[in-house]
C-alpha cells in the first residue's frame, strides 16, 4: 500500500475519483429532469382538474365512468410525477409521435423528438447511479486484495449518516401533498390487498421513514417518490459486506463470469414480464412496479460494479492500478461509450422493437434493465482513470461541487413539485405580460413558460441541495461520527 505522501501528484489527483462525483450529478439530474418534464403543465393541471370536477358532480354521466375519470386524474397526477420508466398507467401504449402519450406532455412535446426522447428516458439513468454506487463503495472500502478495510460496524454507520439525516426531515413536510395526491386515487392496496386511505399513507409512511418502501409496489413511490432509488441503495449496503467477502475468494476467471452474468440476471424479470403480459403498465401495474422498483433484481447492478473494481484492482488504498494513465490523450473509449449511450436514448421505440423482437411492446423494460450496464461499466473504469475528453470535462471544479451535492437532488425533487408550482402561478402573469410585449404568437409563450418552469424547478431544487449539503449534511454528518466514534476512514 502506498503512503499518502509516496503517492506522485499525478496520482494523487485521482484518488477523489472527481470524474466520477461529476457524473453523479448528471445521472441525478437526468432523472430530476425525466420526473419534473412528465409533470403536466399548469394549463394541463386546470384542464385533469376540471375533468375531475366534472366526475365528481355526476357529469360523467355514470358511477364507472365517474371512477375511470377519477383514476385517469389520479394517473396523470399522481403517477407522472413519479418515475414509472414508461409512459404513464394513463397513457401507456400511446404513439410516441403524439396523441396522447408522454412525448405530448409538458416539456416533452415543445422539444425536438430526439432531445424529448434524452430526457424522457432520465430512468436509464437510474441503473448507472446504482453501479456508479458500487463502484465507489467497492472503491473506498475494499483493498487490491479484495478486503473490506472498515469494521461493518463503521461501514454501516457511516452509510446511514449519508442517508438517513435529511431524508427524515423531509418526510413529515410531504404528509400534505401525500394526502392531496391521494384523494384522487378511488382505491388503495398493499401488496394487492384493499386497504383503507389512512392504513396505506400511515403503512406507506413507515415503509418511507425505514427505506424499505421499495419492496411494496405500490408503496414505493408514495411520499417522496424518487427516494425509492435510496431504498435500493440502502439494501444494497445491507449487501456489501458479504458480497465483498465473497467476491474476495473468487478466481480471477470466476470473477470475469459473474461480471457478464450479472446483466443477464438484471435481465431475466424483465424478459417474464413481457413475455407473460402485454407491457402495459396500466393493466399490469402491480407486476410493472414489482419488476421497476425491487431492490433484489436491481443488485446485479451494484454487483458487477464491485467486481469490475475488483477485475482490475481499483481501490484508494493502492493506486498502482492508475500509474502510467496519460490524463491528456485524447478520446477514450469511454467517450465512446457516453456517445453511445445518448444516442440509445434518441432512438426511437419502434427501432427498439424490431431489434429485441417485441412487436408492440415497450422496450423500456429491456433497456433498463441490464442491457447498458457493460457499457455502463466502460464508462466507469475510464472516468476512474481520468481517461478521455468526458473526464477531463467532468473534472471541472464546478461539476465536483455539484455532483457532491446530487444526494439533495433526490431528496428534493418530490417535497419541491408543489411549492415550485405555486411560485411558477405567481410569477406567471409578469412573465406572460414580458413575453406579449415582445410576440404574440400564443405557441411561443406557451412554450417559453414551459421551459421557465422546468428551468426554475431544477435551479431551485439544484440550488436548495447545495444549501443542504453546506450548512446541514456536512455538519450532520461531522457531529454523528464524532458522537459515534467514527475515524476518518469511515
Not at 492500478?321 to 478520446?331: I, M
Not at 422546468?454 to 431551485?460: H, K, L, R
Request: glycine share 6%.
Amino acid at each position: 500500500m502506498n503512503p499518502p505522501s509516496a503517492i506522485p501528484p499525478v496520482i494523487a489527483s485521482k484518488t477523489k475519483l472527481t470524474p466520477l462525483t461529476g457524473l453523479r450529478f448528471f445521472a441525478a439530474l437526468h432523472i430530476f429532469i425525466f420526473h419534473i418534464a412528465a409533470m403536466p403543465s399548469p394549463d394541463e393541471m386546470r384542464q385533469i382538474g376540471e375533468r375531475t370536477q366534472a366526475a365528481q358532480t355526476g357529469e360523467a354521466g355514470s358511477e364507472s365512468l365517474d371512477d375511470k375519470t377519477r383514476e385517469g386524474a389520479a394517473a396523470e397526477l399522481g403517477a407522472e410525477a413519479a418515475e414509472a420508466g414508461q409512459q404513464p398507467p394513463a397513457q401507456a401504449g400511446a404513439s410516441e409521435a403524439g396523441g396522447e402519450g408522454f412525448m405530448s406532455r409538458g416539456l416533452y412535446k415543445i422539444l425536438p423528438p430526439p432531445l424529448a426522447r434524452l430526457f424522457q428516458r432520465g430512468f436509464l439513468s437510474t441503473s448507472l447511479f446504482f453501479m456508479l454506487s458500487g463502484f465507489v463503495l467497492a472503491y473506498l472500502y475494499v483493498d487490491a486484495d479484495g478486503k473490506q478495510t472498515i469494521s461493518n460496524r463503521e461501514f454501516f454507520l457511516s452509510r446511514w449518516i449519508r442517508l438517513y439525516p435529511l431524508h427524515f426531515i423531509m418526510l413529515p413536510l410531504l404528509l400534505p401533498m401525500v394526502l392531496m395526491f391521494i384523494c384522487f386515487f378511488p382505491t388503495t392496496t398493499l401488496w394487492g390487498f384493499s386497504v383503507p386511505k389512512p392504513a396505506f399513507v400511515g403503512a406507506s409512511g413507515v415503509m418511507s421513514l425505514l427505506l424499505v418502501q421499495a419492496w411494496c409496489p405500490e408503496a414505493a413511490l408514495s411520499w417522496n417518490f424518487a427516494t425509492w432509488a435510496l431504498s435500493a441503495v440502502a439494501f444494497f449496503y445491507v449487501m456489501f459486506p458479504s458480497t465483498v467477502k465473497f467476491l474476495s475468494r473468487q478466481s480471477r476467471s470466476t470473477l470475469w463470469t459473474l461480471f457478464w452474468l450479472m446483466p443477464v440476471l438484471n435481465l431475466i424479470p424483465s424478459i417474464i414480464f413481457l413475455w407473460k403480459t402485454d407491457g402495459n403498465s396500466a393493466t399490469n401495474y402491480f407486476w410493472s412496479e414489482v419488476v421497476m422498483r425491487t431492490p433484489l433484481f436491481w443488485l446485479p447492478h451494484f454487483v458487477m460494479a464491485i467486481i469490475l473494481c475488483r477485475l482490475y484492482k481499483i481501490t484508494r488504498h493502492d493506486m498502482t492500478w492508475c500509474q502510467g494513465v496519460d490524463q491528456r490523450s485524447g478520446p477514450s473509449w469511454g467517450d465512446l461509450a457516453i456517445v453511445v449511450v445518448l444516442v440509445i436514448c434518441m432512438t426511437p421505440d419502434s427501432f427498439f422493437q424490431t431489434l429485441f423482437c417485441l412487436g408492440s411492446k415497450p422496450p423500456n423494460f429491456i433497456l433498463r434493465h441490464g442491457t447498458l450496464a457493460p457499457i455502463y461499466a466502460v464508462v466507469l473504469y475510464n472516468l476512474a482513470l481520468g481517461r478521455g475528453w468526458f473526464a477531463r470535462f467532468l473534472s471541472l471544479p464546478t461539476f465536483e461541487k455539484l455532483g457532491e451535492a446530487s444526494f439533495g437532488i433526490f431528496i428534493f425533487q418530490g417535497p419541491m413539485i408543489m411549492p415550485s408550482m405555486i411560485l411558477f402561478a405567481i410569477v406567471r402573469p409578469l412573465l406572460e405580460l414580458t413575453l406579449r410585449l415582445f410576440t404574440s404568437n400564443e405557441s411561443f409563450i406557451s412554450d417559453t413558460l414551459e421551459l421557465f418552469r422546468v428551468g426554475m424547478t431544477v435551479a431551485i431544487v439544484v440550488g436548495l441541495s447545495i444549501v443542504s449539503l453546506r450548512y446541514f449534511e456536512r455538519p450532520v454528518a461531522r457531529w454523528l461520527k464524532k458522537r459515534l466514534g467514527l475515524g476518518a476512514a469511515a
